[in-house]
């Protein structure tokens, strides 16, 4: 079975700190993304990578960074936090593009509640 | 532009009814997939089938089954004889094959919660 997993499933921060969500995956995927989650919006896309290193915009990537330095792990920063940050952030990963280009299903993590006071 | 309009925010049926649930969806390009996820109170989303541009075949899994119709951009699912633990939410979502970044666009997502 694919494991994602994220290193908090709650927190809560203030107004101006930094924050750091981590995500490590244990089946080799080459793609990695970052969703938060908010009521009436669905899941939207922050920031997402295809390799170690590698790390591309998504839809909503203001006030966000990440970094990926390993294959496995796909951490998400929050240089300095805010209200409106607060929120559920899901990480999710996929493995490469497959035979004829489909695109693979992610597996997602269980998820951070992140509060922002 | 919303790509995945998922119209229902939240149905609610008593167990044994059948639900189902409409996801409309919008893309210029020919080759795409749809997915389904469910989201259970747990929190984490859960796969539940994927499905390519060129496959209309209609798809049974126990008591899901999906129905996709290109001719009006839709990819409903419905749950035959729902049960408590099928509540959750639901979400449709796209992902098109030109833009070769894997995003998924998802739907606002429609909460199911079946009654005892």
């Known amino acids: 079975d694919v494991k994602v997993t994220q290193s908090s499933r709650y927190l809560v921060k203030r107004t101006g700190e930094k924050v750091f969500l981590e995500c490590v995956q244990d089946?080799?995927?080459?793609?990695m993304f970052w969703y938060r989650q908010d009521p009436g919006l669905g899941l939207r896309l922050i920031y997402f990578?295809?390799?170690?290193?590698?790390?591309e915009k998504g839809d909503i990537p203001e006030g966000y960074s990440v970094s990926r330095e390993k294959k496995e792990r796909f951490s998400l920063i929050l240089e300095s936090a805010s209200t409106n940050q607060t929120s559920m952030y899901l990480c999710?990963?996929?493995?490469?593009?497959?035979?004829?280009?489909?695109?693979?299903?992610?597996?997602f993590g269980p998820g951070t509640r992140l509060t922002v006071l | 532009a919303q790509k995945v309009t998922q119209a229902q925010t939240e149905i609610s049926v008593v167990e044994k009814e059948d639900v189902t649930l409409d996801c409309v969806y919008e893309?210029?390009?020919?080759?795409?997939?749809l997915f389904w996820y469910k989201q259970p109170p747990s929190g984490e989303l859960v796969f539940l089938i994927r499905?390519?541009?060129?496959?209309?075949q209609n798809e049974i899994s126990g008591r899901y089954s999906w129905n996709f119709q290109k001719s009006t951009s839709s990819f409903n699912f419905t749950i035959t004889a729902s049960q408590v633990v099928d509540s959750a939410v639901y979400f449709c979502?796209?992902?098109?094959?030109?833009?070769?970044?894997?995003?998924?666009?998802f739907g606002a997502g429609t909460t199911v919660t079946v009654r005892a």
């Open positions: 990578s295809y390799d170690v290193k590698m790390k």
């Open positions: 999710a990963s996929s493995l490469d593009v497959g035979a004829g280009g489909a695109h693979n299903e992610q597996f």
């Open positions: 979502a796209l992902s098109e094959a030109w833009s070769n970044d894997y995003k998924l666009s």
């Open positions: 499905r390519n541009s060129f496959d209309e």
């Open positions: 089946m080799d995927h080459e793609n």
């Open positions: 893309t210029r390009d020919t080759t795409y997939y």
